[in-house]
């Protein structure tokens, strides 16, 4: 009776260290997991805003004549026009925020286009453009957050 | 026949010694590998940010009036912009040339340095 007691008494005793083995093991997994979704969710997020805001930045520094920069109206929202004359021609590169897309549309300068002609980029909000003075303010918004990307366009009076 | 089950308990504990050092170890890279993103992310944020005061300094060419647009207070001639988690001091340069202003923008955090930039301008000629 007494040899019975002290094998089960350590067969319990195992069985619980058995069972903190497991929790601790469990608990490691669930934090490097926690930890690696954090990670990839801010580096997603983190590479979403810097593309968005250096793609904006390289158009911008790169229009053949930033006095040709300018914000119409596009559709159902406002579109940054950069226009340019190639080869005697006017063409103009609208970039705009259409249907959940950050798009791009390079054509001959005239109507007759809607924002569905125009190319995907990536997924974003909302764009919203607006200007002071020789100050073009891009506000991009993501999964609601919202990013905001300043410009000085040497070709825009005070 | 000899009782096996101290041996086999000595053996576990062992075991879940080991995996304490083991988890001990992970769990601080895991901190560490957080830690690290958050910096990065703030890095890359006070990089925008101070690209962005360094354009509205180029288009106002006047700190004062860039200062009233974005925010901020001036001490000592050093404009701050306190933002969430760091700082940007902005603190304006001799260039040498009376047509030419200079300023450098800066992002701090807890006085460390995160990004710098310096900037120039046009001056305005009255």
């Known amino acids: 009776m007494r040899k019975l007691r002290s094998s089960s008494i350590a067969s319990v005793a195992a069985l619980l260290v058995l069972a ?3 929790m601790g093991i469990l608990g490691v997994l669930l934090s490097g997991a926690r930890v690696y979704r954090g990670l990839t969710a801010q580096g997603a997020e983190d590479y979403d805003r810097r ?9 911008l520094s790169q229009a053949p004549d930033p006095a040709m920069l300018s914000i119409e109206r596009f559709g159902a929202g406002d579109a940054l026009f950069i226009r340019q004359n190639i080869e005697n021609k006017s063409y103009v590169t609208r970039i705009y925020c259409h249907n959940g897309w950050l798009m791009e549309l390079f054509s001959v300068d005239s109507p007759g286009f809607s924002p569905e002609d125009g190319e995907k980029l990536m997924l974003l909000d909302s764009l919203s453009l607006t200007r002071c003075g020789s100050l073009l303010t891009a506000a991009v918004q993501k999964d609601g ?3 905001q990307l300043q410009y000085a366009v040497g070709g825009w009076g005070q | 026949m000899k009782n096996r089950a101290p041996l086999a308990l000595i053996e576990q504990v062992i075991m879940l010694l080991v995996l304490a050092v083991a988890a001990a170890v992970c769990l601080q890279i895991f901190l560490w590998a957080d830690r690290q993103a958050d910096t990065n992310s703030l890095t890359d944020t006070a990089l925008q940010q101070v690209q962005n005061t360094a354009q509205v300094l180029k288009s106002t060419a006047e700190p004062a009036l860039a200062a009233e647009l974005l925010g901020g207070q001036i001490e000592n001639e050093i404009w701050i912009q306190s933002l969430p988690g760091y700082e940007i001091h902005t603190v304006c340069l001799d ?7 200079c300023a450098t ?9 995160l990004v710098q930039l310096t900037v120039y301008w046009q001056e305005v000629v009255p």
């Open chain 1, 145 to 147: 957050k919202v990013w």
């Open chain 1, 20 to 22: 903190v083995f497991s």
């Open chain 2, 95 to 101: 260039s040498g040339n009376p047509l030419l202003g």
């Open chain 2, 105 to 113: 923008v800066t992002a701090v955090q807890e006085g460390k340095q």
């Open chain 1, 51 to 59: 593309t968005c805001l250096q793609y904006l930045t390289t158009k």
